[in-house]
């Protein structure tokens, strides 16, 4: 069983609509959970961070985690077709010598359509 | 700033060929790491370093090599190319190794027949 499960897509919405992303994880002592967004032929880049429990928005974007399931999501209000992309979710373990662990999902592909 | 630069941006290599993929920031990061992306796969740490000088293997490290002898670089040697090794490396740097926040480099797709 991988360690952070991600459903691959691709989802596809029209534009306007809400996106909603999940991912599953299974080791508890995992501390941080971020999103990753990632266009065509480009690095991934850092969307959102959170350490606790319970909703982060901004913007458009709210991150929500739960650690009593091991579910965390990302839901995007108002999807534009510059939204389309990979989202990666990604799950940190801080590790005191070699500093934090990440562990990434598989990426789900998004596309918005106009 | 230019942040994190890779070269090349792509590459084809025969088995048994080896090559260095370059990795380059002008952030200052003391954090760097390598990661490699297949389909459904995700990222997987190969290589990383906390410092000039100190570097430790990830989650898939064989056939690769790393060195950091400069705060700037991070080069990854790949020692004799298998068919395996096809992926698109991402090169990532942050802060310090306590930094959640990694950036990427725009990857190198390797193909190697």
């Known amino acids: 069983q991988k360690e952070v499960e991600q459903d691959p897509g691709p989802l596809s919405v029209p534009e306007g609509a809400i996106v909603s992303l999940n991912c599953t994880y299974s080791?508890?002592?995992?501390?941080?959970f971020m999103w990753y967004r990632q266009y065509s032929r480009k690095g991934p880049e850092l969307l959102m961070y959170?350490?606790?429990?319970g909703n982060k928005e901004d913007g458009r974007f709210t991150a929500q985690v739960d650690k009593s399931s091991k579910y965390i999501s990302l839901f995007i209000r108002d999807s534009q077709p510059s939204d389309s992309a990979t989202y990666l979710c990604a799950i940190c373990l801080r590790i005191k010598a070699a500093g934090n662990k990440l562990t990434f999902g598989g990426g789900t592909r998004v596309l918005v359509k106009p | 700033n230019a942040g994190v630069t890779q070269t090349p941006k792509f590459q084809v290599l025969k088995t048994g060929q080896s090559m260095t993929l370059q990795c380059a920031q002008d952030m200052n990061h003391e954090y760097m790491s390598w990661y490699r992306q297949d389909p459904g796969m995700g990222l997987r740490l190969i290589h990383y370093?906390?410092?000039?000088?100190?570097?430790d293997q990830g989650e898939v490290p064989n056939g690769y090599n790393v060195s950091r002898s400069t705060t700037e670089d991070f080069p990854l040697r790949l020692l004799s190319a298998a068919p395996s090794q096809t992926s698109v490396y991402f090169c990532?740097?942050?802060?310090?190794?306590?930094?959640?926040?990694?950036?990427f480099g725009p990857g190198t797709r390797l193909t190697v027949t």
């Open positions: 370093s906390v410092g000039a000088g100190i570097t």
């Open positions: 080791n508890s002592a995992f501390q941080y």
């Open positions: 959170t350490y606790s429990s």
């Open positions: 990532a740097s942050s802060y310090s190794k306590g930094s959640y926040e990694q950036y």
